[in-house]
C-alpha cells in the first residue's frame, strides 16, 4: 500500500460524526490532542514545515502556560500530550498555534483557505492509569506506518527525548517520567523498556476511541473526580432509544400514567465497544495494510 493511502486510512478513525461530549479543559490533567489535516491531506511538505511547526508549539506553549510531554508530527497529522497550567490553555494554545502555522503554510505554498479538518480533538488522561501508555501510543505512530524502520529515525516526535536522552526544547517532563529513574540517563533506560511489548489491540482500539468521541481515558474514580471539578457529565450516555412507558388502561378513569424503572444511564463502560459498535482504528489498518 502506498504511504499516501497509509496516512487516509490511519486518520479515518478520528473524522466520524459521532456525538462527542463538550471539551473540557482543566488545569494539571493531562490532556490527549488530535488535529488531522483538511480531507485527510499533507500539512506537512518538508523538514523546513516540521521545523517551523515545532518553534511555534514551543512558543504557544511558553505562552499559554501548557506543558508538553510528548508529540508526533505525521504528514497529515499531529498528535499531542499537554498538559495546562491556567484553565483554558490548552483551548488557546492550539487556537494560536493553529492560526500561526496556517499563515506560514498559505504564504510559503501561496495558496488559501484551511489547513486543517474542523477543531482539534482532545480527551483527559488518568495520569497514574495511561499517561506513559499514551506516549508510547503518540510516539509508536511512525513505526505503525511505516514512516521510520526504527523510532530513533524519526525526527518530528519526543521518542528521542524520552528514550535516547537527547533533550527536546519542546517538552517539560512530567512527574511520573521523571519518577523512572534518578538520572536522565536511569530513564531514558527505563523508558525504553517500555516498548519491548505490543499493544493490546483492545487497548489501541480503546485510546482511540476516546479520542475520537472526546471520552474521558481512566477508571470509574477518575471519572467521578472531574465530574465533580467540571460539575459535568463525563461519561456517554446508552445508545439506542430511552425505554417505552406503559401504556395506561384507558378504561380505568383517573389512572395514574405507569411507567417502567429507567436504570441510570451514566454507567461507565470500562472497557473498549465491541461487535457492530468496534472501532477500525489507525492503528489496525497499518499493522494490517
Known sequence: MDTAKQYQRATKGFVGKMPRLPRLNLIDIPQHIVQVG???LPCFFDEEDYQFYLISLRNAADQYRVDIHAYVLLPNMVQIIAMPRVPDGVSSMMQSLGRRYVQYVNHRYKRSGTLWRGRYKSSLIDSDAYLLTCYRYVELRPLYLGLAESLGDYAWSSFNHHANNIASPVITDHRLYMALGETARERAQEYRKLFRYSFDRRLLEYIAETIKLGHVLGGDVFKDKIEQIANQRVRPLKRGRPPKSKKID?????????????????KDQGVPVTGTEKLKTAEMAAMES
Open 38 to 40: 483538511h480531507n485527510n
Open 250 to 266: 384507558q378504561g380505568v378513569a383517573g389512572g395514574n400514567e405507569a411507567g417502567g424503572s429507567r436504570k441510570s444511564q451514566d
